[in-house]
């Protein structure tokens, strides 16, 4: 099946600096959702982004389709981005999300 | 608007016990699915459908049972728990041709142990 592969594993900033997560998949999808998973335990989708940009306030997303990976970007990050991001894309004529590992992120104040 | 709804939110079994994870959703979602979490892990897929009587295995399905009678509920039953069952649960749903096309939305989680 198709490997989605997410990097860095872990990520530690202070609260004000920018960071950006990758996510890298095997075969051609014609899915990629972003999720943050808060210190609850909650998923929110973020993102819906099969190919192009997006922003949501401090957040944007970029999907290159042609080259396999996925770009999120957090600006002026706050304590409350503190969680664990997934990347997650359904593969040509599948219907269900592949998942990466995620990336933990904790933001200091 | 409820979105997608999970009861319980926790629960602890003893091995060999048989449950049902409930799992509605209100937004007249085709597609349903059933995931586990398990400690610094992503996701896995246990069991999908994607209509009413309709329902197909993931990548984790053995010893989960699913079935899908009507387009709102989607219950996960376990037969005969098992320790390796300890983990967190999610529920989650789309609409493959409204206008939130290819949008997940997830329940808030069951976090099931296994004793």
């Known amino acids: 099946g198709i490997q989605v592969e997410q990097s860095p594993p872990d990520l530690i900033l202070q609260e004000g600096a920018n960071s950006t997560l990758r996510c890298n998949f095997s075969?051609?999808?014609?899915?990629l959702q972003w999720f943050h998973q808060n210190p609850w335990g909650q998923l929110i989708n973020l993102f819906y982004?099969?190919?192009g940009t997006k922003q949501n306030g401090r957040l944007s997303a970029t999907t290159v389709a042609t080259e396999r990976y996925s770009l999120l970007y957090i600006s002026s990050s706050q304590t409350t981005d503190s969680g664990v991001y997934f990347c997650?894309?359904?593969?040509?004529?599948?219907?269900?999300?592949?998942f990466g590992s995620g990336t933990q992120l904790t933001v200091l104040p | 608007n409820a979105g997608v709804t999970q009861t319980p939110k926790f629960q602890v079994l003893k091995t060999g016990q048989s449950m049902t994870l409930q799992c509605a959703q209100d937004m007249n979602h085709e597609y349903m699915s059933w995931y586990r979490q398990d400690p610094g892990m992503g996701l896995r897929l246990i069991h999908y459908s994607v209509g009413a009587g309709i329902t197909d295995q993931g990548e984790v399905p053995n010893g989960y049972n699913v079935s899908r009678s009507t387009t709102e509920d989607f219950p996960l039953r376990l037969l005969s728990a098992a320790p390796s069952q300890t983990s967190v649960y999610f529920c989650a749903s789309s609409d493959p041709s409204g206008t939130e096309k290819g949008r997940w939305h997830f329940g808030d989680g069951t976090r099931l142990s296994i004793l």
């Open positions: 997650a894309v359904i593969p040509g004529s599948a219907r269900q999300l592949t």
């Open positions: 075969d051609s999808v014609n899915n």
């Open positions: 982004i099969p190919s």
